[in-house]
């Protein structure tokens, strides 16, 4: 006679009159293919844990987005942030659809150099520019946004050494109204300091101010603030002209739009609260169009966005290593990837969907990594079916922050696999090995032996 | 193991403690086992009964029974 499937006996107090306002959740409905194919296939290939993009979505988004902004405004640009994501098979889809690059270090110039990006679409952020880096880059025609007074002088300075005229714009940091106000980047609207950096750059015989640029912050819900930011560019763009008859190319917002993922410690998911990218383009369009600018003197607008073009494209998928019931009667649930690779739990509550059919009985339980930390947790609270060692999970929009954020710590990092839109699957980062991990070691002759053996 | 003598079971899985007042929902075989208590039924009965009739070895299922006790102790069903 055939077994029957076994499913751990459970007991559950049933809370009367405390019903969930929100109804059933449906998050543990089991997500068994990425794309379409299989999660139990994927884990069985690549091992587990395991990252998946989804090449097609990836396209998706940004084609979504250029639309969005393409049928408000005649002329956008998007330069992929490369600290979203910068596995180069990533930043390749993103410039095959006709993305810029957008960096903030040296290494990442030199990535987006290798991914064939030509050094006029290159924008070179952030406030850490080497001069080596900063004569690199004017030398290539890239845009250098200035970060603070010091790399304007030394700017200055060096392309009179070297008598380059390299492409410029500021960073501008401003109110929109939004807290905390991330004023540690760029020059201050409010205060002046904005003007006074560009008035020293016009006055400059070697510097060309081509553009304006600022960053008001990472997954902003305000649209609102977009067109504060938006405005206050148009009018410095709009003084340039009056004043100095100097007509700039472009605007640059930044980044900034979220993701549909859900904040720590918020009431309702972000699938229901966050803005659609069209409210954000509404936001800046508005502004823009409405400022008054000749049809022939109306900048480009260049947008940096990274985590809302890529985060739901991406995937974890996992394992159930053990269950447990903690001191005080919770369930917990100890899976194979923690906070080293899924650097996001510290912001996020992820999704994380079961990836086989389960019985409809659920319980609440927290889901822990397997570092022999107390930080590690992946969720501290959420309702999944009945899990028992080797099942699998999946962790739904990872796709932005964590390739680049995450941790060697314990554990190694695994394989990143992308889904191309034929549903083919292609390793793009190989996980790493105890050889990859040590080349850059070395033992001082004296530490090459020990007594134990 | 003992379940308490006024809990009542309702063989589906719901159980009443009028003791406390507080009611319960189990599983299909937390519900089984709770009538193989009621029955009196050892440990080891147990756990024949159900590693023969579902797809479980018998080692995974007692770590799991233990743990299924010890929830029942916590809510006041086991004596
Ligand atoms: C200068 C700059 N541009 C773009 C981005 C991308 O931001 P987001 O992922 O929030 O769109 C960042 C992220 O911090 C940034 O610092």
Same mark, same amino acid.
């Given at each position: 006679?055939?077994?029957?499937?076994?499913?751990?006996?459970?007991?559950?107090?049933?809370?009367?009159?405390?019903?969930?306002?929100?109804?059933?959740?449906?998050?543990?409905?089991?997500?068994?293919?990425?794309? @379409?194919?299989?999660?139990?296939?994927?884990?069985?290939?690549?091992?587990?844990?395991?990252?998946?993009? @989804?090449?097609?979505?990836?396209?998706?988004?940004?084609?979504?987005?250029?639309?969005?902004? !393409?049928?408000?405004?005649?002329?956008?640009?998007?330069?992929?942030?490369?600290?979203?994501?910068?596995?180069?098979?990533?930043?390749?889809?993103?410039?095959?659809?006709?993305?810029?690059?957008?960096?903030?270090?040296?290494?990442?110039?030199?990535?987006?150099?290798?991914?064939?990006?030509?050094?006029?679409?290159?924008?070179?952020?952030?406030?850490?520019?080497?001069?080596?880096?900063?004569?690199?880059?004017?030398?290539?025609? %890239?845009?250098?946004?200035?970060?603070?007074?010091?790399?304007?002088?030394?700017?200055?300075?060096?392309?009179?050494?070297?008598?380059?005229?390299?492409?410029?714009?500021?960073?501008?940091?401003?109110?929109?109204?939004?807290?905390? !106000?991330?004023?540690?980047? +760029?020059?201050?609207?409010?205060?002046?300091?904005?003007?006074?950096?560009?008035?020293?750059?016009?006055?400059?015989?070697?510097?060309?101010?081509?553009?304006?640029?600022?960053?008001?912050? &990472?997954?902003?819900?305000?649209?609102?603030?977009?067109?504060?930011?938006?405005?206050?560019?148009?009018?410095?763009?709009? %003084?340039?002209?009056?004043?100095?008859?100097?007509?700039?190319?472009?605007?640059?917002?930044?980044?900034?739009? #979220?993701?549909?993922?859900?904040?720590?410690?918020?009431?309702?998911?972000?699938?229901?609260?966050?803005?659609?990218?069209?409210?954000?383009?509404?936001?800046?369009?508005?502004?823009?169009?409405?400022?008054?600018?000749?049809?022939?003197?109306?900048?480009?607008?260049?947008?940096?966005?990274?985590?809302?073009?890529?985060?739901?494209?991406?995937?974890?998928?996992? @394992?159930?290593?053990?269950?447990?019931?903690?001191?005080?009667?919770?369930?917990?649930?100890?899976?194979?990837?923690?906070?080293?690779?899924?650097?996001?739990? $510290?912001?996020?509550?992820?999704?994380?969907?079961?990836?086989?059919?389960? +019985?409809?009985?659920?319980?609440?339980?927290?889901?822990?990594?397997?570092?022999?930390?107390?930080?590690?947790?992946?969720?501290?609270?959420?309702?999944?079916?009945?899990?028992?060692?080797?099942?699998?999970?999946?962790?739904?929009?990872?796709?932005?922050?964590?390739?680049?954020?995450?941790?060697? /710590?314990? &554990?190694?990092?695994?394989?990143?696999?992308?889904?191309?839109?034929?549903?083919?699957?292609?390793?793009?980062?190989?996980?790493?090995?105890?050889?990859?991990?040590?080349?850059?070691?070395?033992? #001082?002759?004296?530490?090459?032996?020990?007594?134990?053996? | 193991?003992?379940?308490?003598?006024?809990?009542?079971?309702?063989?589906?899985? /719901?159980?009443?403690?009028?003791?406390?007042?507080?009611? $319960?929902?189990?599983?299909?075989?937390?519900?089984?086992?709770?009538?193989?208590?009621?029955?009196?039924?050892?440990?080891?009965?147990? &756990?024949?009964?159900? @590693?023969?009739?579902?797809?479980?070895?018998?080692?995974? /299922?007692?770590?799991?029974?233990?743990?299924?006790?010890?929830?029942?102790?916590?809510? %006041?069903?086991?004596?």
């Amino acid at each position: 006679m055939e077994k029957l499937r076994y499913e751990r006996p459970i007991i559950k107090k049933m809370n009367t009159g405390l019903m969930n306002k929100f109804g059933t959740r449906t998050e543990y409905e089991p997500v068994t293919h990425i794309e @379409s194919v299989p999660v139990k296939s994927l884990i069985k290939e690549y091992g587990s844990p395991l990252f998946v993009l @989804s090449e097609k979505q990836i396209r998706r988004n940004y084609q979504n987005a250029t639309r969005i902004f !393409k049928t408000r405004y005649p002329k956008v640009q998007f330069a992929w942030s490369y600290k979203t994501n910068y596995m180069n098979a990533v930043c390749q889809v993103f410039h095959q659809e006709g993305s810029w690059a957008e960096v903030v270090s040296g290494f990442e110039y030199e990535k987006a150099l290798g991914n064939g990006v030509p050094g006029n679409k290159i924008i070179f952020n952030g406030p850490d520019k080497t001069d080596e880096q900063l004569v690199a880059a004017a030398r290539n025609n %890239s845009l250098i946004h200035i970060d603070h007074y010091d790399e304007l002088y030394s700017l200055i300075k060096l392309s009179e050494e070297h008598n380059l005229r390299p492409r410029v714009a500021i960073r501008i940091n401003m109110d929109t109204g939004i807290y905390p !106000k991330w004023d540690r980047f +760029g020059f201050n609207f409010e205060n002046g300091q904005a003007w006074n950096a560009i008035t020293r750059i016009i006055n400059s015989t070697n510097l060309d101010l081509v553009g304006l640029h600022c960053h008001i912050g &990472t997954f902003m819900l305000a649209p609102s603030a977009y067109g504060i930011a938006a405005k206050n560019l148009c009018e410095l763009t709009w %003084s340039i002209k009056e004043k100095y008859n100097k007509v700039l190319e472009y605007i640059d917002l930044g980044g900034g739009f #979220p993701s549909e993922n859900t904040l720590k410690g918020a009431y309702l998911p972000g699938s229901d609260t966050v803005p659609s990218i069209d409210q954000f383009a509404d936001a800046i369009t508005d502004v823009i169009l409405g400022y008054g600018f000749k049809q022939e003197d109306l900048p480009l607008l260049i947008l940096e966005t990274g985590r809302a073009l890529i985060d739901d494209a991406g995937f974890l998928l996992g @394992s159930v290593l053990a269950t447990k019931r903690l001191s005080d009667g919770r369930r917990a649930t100890v899976l194979d990837f923690g906070v080293n690779s899924l650097f996001t739990a $510290f912001w996020y509550d992820h999704k994380v969907s079961p990836a086989q059919a389960f +019985g409809n009985h659920t319980e609440e339980m927290v889901l822990y990594g397997p570092l022999c930390m107390n930080i590690d947790i992946v969720r501290e609270s959420i309702t999944m079916p009945l899990l028992e060692k080797g099942n699998h999970l999946v962790v739904h929009k990872v796709g932005a922050y964590n390739m680049t954020q995450w941790m060697q /710590f314990i &554990t190694l990092r695994p394989n990143i696999v992308m889904i191309d839109t034929d549903n083919k699957t292609h390793v793009i980062r190989k996980a790493e090995t105890l050889e990859y991990l040590e080349l850059n070691e070395q033992v #001082p002759e004296h530490l090459k032996q020990n007594p134990l053996k | 193991m003992k379940l308490k003598k006024n809990i009542a079971t309702s063989g589906e899985g /719901f159980i009443f403690n009028p003791g406390t007042g507080d009611s $319960f929902s189990t599983n299909e075989i937390g519900a089984e086992i709770i009538t193989l208590l009621k029955e009196e039924k050892s440990v080891a009965e147990i &756990t024949q009964l159900i @590693s023969g009739k579902y797809d479980v070895d018998a080692s995974q /299922f007692e770590n799991d029974l233990d743990d299924f006790a010890a929830q029942l102790k916590d809510y %006041s069903i086991l004596e």
